[in-house]
């Protein structure tokens, strides 16, 4: 009778990440001219730019506060429709068994992918709320993003050892 619950207690102890909270660490929601954009009689599609980005800091030991960065523009004919930033953050434990060389993937890749869905319902409703449809942010691809801030890093790595 009591193994149950001490494999449930080892199962929990082996966990590779441990998501302790989450919250807005940074948020910004900007409607420039609503007059124009609500009684412009041009219903085009917008223009919308959305810039992603993901860092870790540790906070000492095996936790580490993982930060989204998400930036959105939207435009129609070069005028600015809104533009909102959200830094949106988690404070994250790895576990004893995670090795050094998988730490990077899962706290840049695995991390993000945890916090996304949360962070993206924060830009809908504040979209929705700003008097635009909700912007529902595609799936975000975090091991390409991964992948490319670390050939980012080693980029600039190369051309800050050439001086």
Known sequence: MSTEPKEKN???MTLPITIHAQYIKDFSFENPSPITSFTN???AQPNISVSIQAKADNLGGRNFEVVLDI?????RDGNSLFVTELSYAGIISL???VAEEDAGPLLMIESPRLLFPFARNILADVTRDGGFPPLMLAPVDFAALYEQQKNQELKDGK???KE
């Open 159 to 161: 051309s800050g050892s």
């Open 41 to 43: 009689e041009n219903h």
């Open 95 to 97: 576990g004893e068994s």
């Open 71 to 75: 930036r959105i523009d939207a435009t």
């Open 10 to 12: 080892a199962t929990a």
